[in-house]
């Protein structure tokens, strides 16, 4: 108890409760670049093998595209011999005249040329369209390619990396964009974050420290 006349003791600053704070804070600012910066690197580096491994995964899918379509081809050459003989080449009047006939077997095989010539077509036009850039077979094989052949490619596939002009420019090109991606859903999530949790803009262990102090000198 004090009497009177007597003086409070000053209650002294929380020095070292600030000091905390502030350390924190600064602790807090200092390891979020570093952790950004950390996964921007691996990130850009990862793009950049992908984009180099890419060229080497499209030409196995378009070697094992190839055999398919030779295998379809052999399946319709005994029919295309047919219809040289009888039709002067046009397969699709052999088709017709199939089925056309009466005859279950007769109509049945007709429908087994039709769709042996809409195979051939297809992977024709497939292979036609992995001989063109590395931009546009790579946009092909992102749109259209074949699950089936894809997975049997990817579970064959040897790893090779594209040491042609080409194949870096892709590469690096690929790098950069996946780049701009993560850094856009790092935006993204902290953006989100703020609104979601209605963070203000300003730095919270600043606000804490100036909170601490002043409870200090209220004291």
């Known amino acids: 108890m004090f009497t009177a006349g007597t003086t409070r003791p000053r209650v002294p600053r929380r020095i070292g409760t600030r000091n905390d704070a502030l350390t924190a804070g600064v ?7 570093i952790v950004r910066g950390l996964l921007d690197r691996v990130v850009l580096v990862s793009a950049a093998v992908g984009g180099g491994l890419i060229p080497g995964f499209i030409a196995q899918y378009r070697q094992r595209l190839g055999g398919r379509l030779d295998q379809a081809k052999l399946d319709l050459e ?7 003989q009888f039709y002067q080449g ?8 199939h089925l056309a006939s009466t005859d279950p077997t007769f109509h049945a095989e007709g429908a087994l040329i039709r769709a042996l010539v809409a195979t051939v077509h297809q992977l024709q036009s497939a292979v036609d369209a992995l001989h063109g850039s590395l931009v546009n077979q790579a946009a092909y094989l992102a749109l259209h390619a074949d699950s089936g052949l894809a997975r049997a490619t990817l579970g064959d596939w040897v790893p090779t990396f594209a040491l042609s002009g080409e ?12 780049w701009l991606v993560f850094h856009a859903l790092w935006w993204l999530l902290g953006h989100g974050g703020r609104l979601l949790f209605g963070r203000p803009r300003g730095r919270s262990w600043e606000r804490r420290a100036r909170e ?7 004291q």
Do not use: N, R, Y
């Open 27 to 33: 602790q807090q600012c200092a390891t979020m670049p």
């Open 78 to 84: 005994p029919w295309q011999k047919l219809a040289d």
């Open 90 to 97: 046009d397969i699709d009047k052999l088709i017709q005249f």
């Open 167 to 178: 194949g870096l420019v892709f590469a690096l090109v690929f790098a950069v964009l996946v």
């Open 212 to 218: 601490l102090d002043s409870g200090s000198l209220e």
